[in-house]
């Protein structure tokens, strides 16, 4: 028997369905309710319209928002690199190179310790109000090492991307044309059932928009959906490559021209800003409100990795936003949530609808903006994944 639950008393709730409240994407409703059964979200409203529930839950007032749509991380990975982080805060530049530090550890350690690792990383953004994220592998480089990676993050997510493209490896510093070979033949049928997506690191020092546009034909013809690492440390040819291939996300897009925001949004790609990037580089941040004005959909992730930006946090990329980039607390939260969730393809995950996955945490506050007004502190109350609660 389906066992329902009320979660009653809710001060203001996120919906995102535009068809919910006047003039905000955010779907808003005050003085709310939800009813879930089982996984699914069964009702939404108005909380002297509820139905009876098996059981009930007081939210006392709060605010209840969509469970966060981290699409962009990098999870599977061995050690960390905190002397690469304070050597740049004392003045060195990021570079692209410091991948090769995680790939040795990452190739070195077992599939149970970096089942742990994910395990730990993943708990970590649960507490955090993220209830689906996407998951790459790019630390192992080889085809039993990226075959491994993708395996162990099968097991978490089904949102899985194949990023063998992350960097040429020492092992082939001095032919990376055979490396891209590798990408897109035997690693490529080594990592395909494990994956849903593929990716590739367009960038100077990683790989340019020739060798990107294979790998992701490849992936493509392969059955993998492309996405893609752009403009994140200068300007280049990534964002046009997204969208020539039809990718679902561009992301970084820290340097892009006006050209570049009139092709993602004319193409349908959404761009994935990585705030805790720019925050843990030092480096200047994108500009959110051109790609907004240009009719970009723009979603926002963490980009969890130990290299460029070592956060789990939603609600800090939120503030970031906000803060540095100039969304409106709104335009961050959706972005966070329903814009995660285009930049995956889903229709399911990032809004409380009838029928949606009941994916949803409480708020230790009266209202989302506080996300943003109250950075750092821990916020995220009960969170709900597929209706269970996970913390
Ligand atoms: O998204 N840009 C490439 N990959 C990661 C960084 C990985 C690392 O530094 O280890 C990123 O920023
Ligand atoms: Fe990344």
């Known amino acids: 028997m389906t066992v ?5 008393n809710i001060g203001e709730l996120v919906t995102n369905d535009p068809a919910i409240g006047a003039g905000s994407r955010l779907g ?11 996984h699914r979200v069964a009702w939404v409203g108005r909380r002297a319209e509820a139905p009876a529930a098996d059981a009930s839950v007081d939210a006392a007032g709060a605010a209840v928002v969509p469970g966060f749509v981290d699409s962009h991380s990098h999870l599977v990975f061995a050690g960390d690199r905190a002397q690469e982080f304070a050597a740049r805060m004392e003045g060195r530049a990021y570079s692209a190179g410091g991948i090769q530090t995680t790939v040795a550890a990452t190739r070195h350690a077992s599939d149970d310790e970096l089942a742990a690792n994910l395990a730990r990383l993943v708990a970590e953004m649960a507490r955090q109000g993220t209830t689906t994220v996407e998951v790459k592998s790019g630390y192992g480089l080889t085809v039993a090492d990226e075959t491994r990676s993708l395996a162990i993050a099968a097991q978490v997510t089904s ?4 990023l063998g493209a992350h960097v040429v490896p020492p092992d082939y510093a001095d032919e990376p044309a055979a490396y891209v ?8 049928t080594g990592a395909a059932p494990h994956a849903r997506w593929v990716d590739v690191f367009c960038e100077r020092g990683a790989f340019d928009a020739e060798q990107a546009r294979a790998v992701l034909r490849a992936g493509q013809a392969a059955g993998l959906q492309a996405r893609i690492h752009a403009n994140q440390l200068g300007h280049g040819p990534g964002i046009e490559v997204a969208c020539d291939v039809g990718a679902a996300s561009a992301d970084h897009c820290t340097f892009a021209t006006a050209d570049d925001l009139a092709n993602l949004a004319a193409a349908g790609v959404a761009a994935t800003l990585l705030p805790g990037v720019e925050f843990s580089t030092r480096s200047p941040y994108p500009d ?3 790609m907004l004005a240009a009719g970009v959909t723009v979603a926002l992730a ?9 956060t789990s946090s939603m609600p800090l990329c939120i503030a970031l936003a906000v803060r540095e980039m100039a969304m409106t607390p709104a335009e961050a939260l959706w972005s966070a949530t ?31 903006v506080h996300l943003a007004y109250r950075p ?6 009960a969170v709900y994944r597929r209706g269970q609660r996970l913390s």
Not at 4 to 8: I, P
Not at 28 to 38: N, W
Not at 343 to 349: E, H, K, T
Not at 350 to 364: E, Y
Request: charged residues 20%; aromatic residues 6%.
């Open 338 to 368: 329903a814009g995660g969730a285009a930049a995956l393809r889903r229709d399911d995950v990032g809004r409380l609808t009838v029928g949606a996955p009941a994916d949803f945490m409480v708020l230790a506050a009266p209202s989302y």
């Open 4 to 8: 329902s639950l009320l979660v009653d």
């Open 376 to 381: 750092g502190v821990p916020l995220v109350g």
């Open 288 to 290: 959110a409100r051109a």
């Open 181 to 188: 070979d590798l990408v897109t033949g035997p690693m490529l």
């Open 28 to 38: 808003l409703l005050e003085d709310a309710a939800v009813v879930v059964e089982g």
């Open 159 to 162: 949102e899985t991307t194949y």
């Open 302 to 310: 963490t980009d969890c990795n130990p290299g460029s930006s070592y």
